[in-house]
């Protein structure tokens, strides 16, 4: 996507920094929510590069309800693909997370953004993905949300779990755009596609590895 022309060195390169990054073991986040009682539904959006990586992660989360492509940061009138690319718009490609809190916390959540979904290391790009709609950024919903977030961010940092500082932004969520139906499911539905396979599938797989207790078919 804005796909740095497939260019097969470029794809390589993203794919090895990112697991480089990936297979650190993260702690759980020392501030989260406690599990709800009863059935409820809450939305987590978060945005971490090429957004049918994003979505193929959280899809296979159990706990997980639905994983919807979008974009964020932006203005409705700017929430297209071709206008988003540009980098200029302040949309960043993202994912609204709609999930059980009585199943998974947001900072579980977060933990496997942090670990398996995307490099929250890299700035303004993620793996041959350049530009501002390719950050790092966590839109919180809510007041709690953002506390989480930036304690989860400091606890990281703190730990030195990764070689560079986290780059991930928090702020608040202005609204939440669905993208293109032709986004949509588009590493499920494109599992062979060159960008997928080097890119986002090693994710999956990293999850699964990682996240045993988590992962679902």
């Known amino acids: ?15 090895t920094a990112l697991a480089d990054g990936q297979l650190r073991s993260l702690p759980d986040p020392a ?4 599990l709800a009682k009863g059935s409820a539904r809450q939305t987590a959006v978060l945005a971490g590069g090429c957004f049918w990586g994003m979505q193929l992660v959280f899809q296979h989360v159990t706990g997980v309800l639905s994983a919807t492509s979008g974009y964020a940061g932006g203005k409705a009138d700017t929430a ?27 900072g579980q959540l977060l933990k496997i953004y942090f670990a398996v979904a995307h490099d929250p290391t890299e700035l303004n790009r993620q793996g041959p993905d350049q530009g501002k709609q390719y950050r790092s950024e966590i839109f919180a919903t809510d007041a709690e949300q953002s506390s989480i977030a930036r304690a989860y961010i400091r606890q990281l940092d703190n730990a030195q779990i990764y070689p560079k500082k986290i780059v991930t932004e928090v702020a608040a969520l202005p609204a939440f755009y669905p993208a293109e139906g032709y986004h949509q499911n588009y590493a499920t539905r494109h599992p062979d596609d060159p960008y997928i396979a080097i890119n986002d599938r090693p994710k999956l797989d990293h999850l699964k590895a990682q996240f045993p207790e988590w992962y679902k078919k």
């Open 1 to 15: 996507m804005g796909k740095s022309g497939f260019f097969i060195l470029a794809l390589l390169f993203g794919a």
């Open 31 to 34: 501030l989260d929510a406690p």
């Open 80 to 106: 297209q693909y071709e206008t988003v690319s540009t980098g200029t718009t302040g949309h960043a490609e993202s994912v609204q997370v709609v999930y059980d809190p009585s199943r998974i916390s947001y």
